[in-house]
T-cell receptor, first 114, second 115 residues
């Protein structure tokens, strides 16, 4: 079956612009996670959605970052007024539920802010 | 909060050598422990996991045992292959509360295996 897909695969944007990153999870997976992978910070949790519960936004680094998940499926991560320190690979993962389930990762979106 | 510490890399080995990548963690309660692997040009994928103390996770010849007394989850393989060259991440999810479900990763260890 299809895995987690993300788009775009690469995004170059100018400082100050807004960007939207998309994630299509595996069908039927109720949990969806966003992580960021950067040279300086490693892999860090950003936000996750579980079913119809309120999302856990505790990892978002600033209020310029937001995410939504529509219809319990597709998710969009939005970064407003991008800064150079936002340059990283943004990873999406989904799992059948919350907890110790395996998280299936997408290929990531490489964001470069110039 | 939760944290994971991996041995510093990179690690370079010859084919058929023994591999150990150390991982220790800090967490309250009984977290679930994972090793994820990222092969060149590919996404992160689960290698193995253990969900309670003394459990041994294993896959593709790799093993790791959940040691509560030493808060460790070291990755081992008896005979590495060139195809094992990748970046390995140790990770945990909390036992409950606000850390339940979300992964906390170590910094990653780059493994290179030469023929």
């Amino acid at each position: 079956g299809a895995g987690v897909s993300q788009s775009p695969s690469n995004k170059v944007t100018e400082k100050g612009k807004d960007v939207e990153l998309r994630c299509d999870p595996i069908s039927g997976h109720t949990a969806l996670y966003w992580y960021r992978q950067s040279l300086g910070q490693g892999l860090e949790f950003l936000i996750y959605f579980q079913g119809n519960s309120a999302p856990d936004k505790s990892g978002l680094p600033s209020d310029r970052f937001s995410a939504e998940r529509t219809g319990g499926s597709v998710s969009t991560l939005t970064i407003q007024r991008t800064q150079q320190e936002d340059s990283a690979v943004y990873l999406c993962a989904s799992s059948p539920g919350q907890g110790a389930y395996e998280q299936y990762f997408g290929p990531g979106t490489r964001l470069t802010v110039t | 909060g939760n944290s994971v510490t991996q041995m510093e890399g990179p690690v370079t080995l010859s084919e058929e050598a023994f591999l150990t990548i150390n991982c220790t963690y800090t967490a309250t309660g009984y977290p679930s422990l994972f090793w994820y692997v990222q092969y060149p040009g590919e996404g992160l994928q689960l290698l193995l996991k253990a969900t309670k103390a003394d459990d041994k996770g294993s896959n593709k010849g790799f093993e790791a045992t959940y040691r509560k007394e030493t808060t460790s989850f070291h990755l081992e393989k008896g005979s590495v292959q060139v195809s094992d060259s990748a970046v390995y991440f140790c990770a945990l999810t909390g036992a409950g509360g606000t850390s339940y479900g979300k992964l906390t990763f170590g910094q990653g260890t780059i493994l290179t295996v030469h023929p």
